[in-house]
Each structure stands twice: as C-alpha cells, then as structure tokens.
C-alpha cells in the first residue's frame, strides 16, 4: 500500500472511531481531553484531535478541518519543504459534530468555555 493511502486509511479509521453520531463524537474527544476553538479549522476539537495522533508522523506537516473534510499538509523527503495535501472526507457523525462545534452546541469541548456559563442566558 503507497504511503498517501496507508496515511488517508489512518486519518479515516481515527475519524469513523469517534463515534456513531455527533453527540458520541463530543464524548470521545471529552474523554480524549481535547479542547478546541470554534469556527477555527486548525484549532477546532477535531484538528486538535487528529494532530495530536498523526503529527507524530514525520510526513504531516499540519492538520485542518472544514465543514466536511479534513486538509492533512504534508512535507516532502527532506521534511522541511511543503510536499502537497491530502483530503479525507469527514465520517457524516463527525460532519454533523463539527457542524454543531461550531454552533456551540457541545461547551464541553470548547476550550475556555465554562458549560454553566455557555448555556445560561444572559443577565445572570
């Protein structure tokens, strides 16, 4: 298997493992401990997430996510020049959770946010 595969194949897999549907991806990356930044596509929950599995990797220069992908950066041989990107589709449970982060809609992953706070109405 050619090493753009073998990484898009594990990007994949660390994605469709988050969880079923959104709501279980926001618990995996709880869980995980990650908070990120809304509206942020390289300090977003999942970026974060992703990043911190794959950047190990000498071949991943940078992770971001969009609506519905995630944009690996990844360098050359000599590990110092830019060597293209790699796109993977996000699993439609991360889609819908990255749809929903960056609503607001999960404060227990936003980093800074105090869910009590977040959720509260103004005024108080």
Known sequence: MGDLRQ???RAGALLD??????????????RAGV????RSNSSCAVALYTAALLQADP??????VGPCTLVL???REDG???GGKLVVQLPK????????FDAQAYPE??????PDAVTAPAGR
Request: charged share 25%; aromatic share 2%.
């Open 93 to 100: 449970p991360v889609r819908g959770f990255v749809t929903g």
């Open 35 to 38: 908070h990120g930044v809304p």
């Open 7 to 9: 990484i898009k194949k």
């Open 17 to 30: 493992a988050l969880g079923r549907d959104p709501d279980e991806v926001a618990a995996s990356l709880q």
């Open 59 to 64: 071949r991943i220069r940078s992770v971001a």
């Open 109 to 114: 992953v936003v980093r800074g946010a105090v």
């Open 73 to 75: 950066t990844l360098t």
């Open 80 to 82: 110092v020049r830019p």
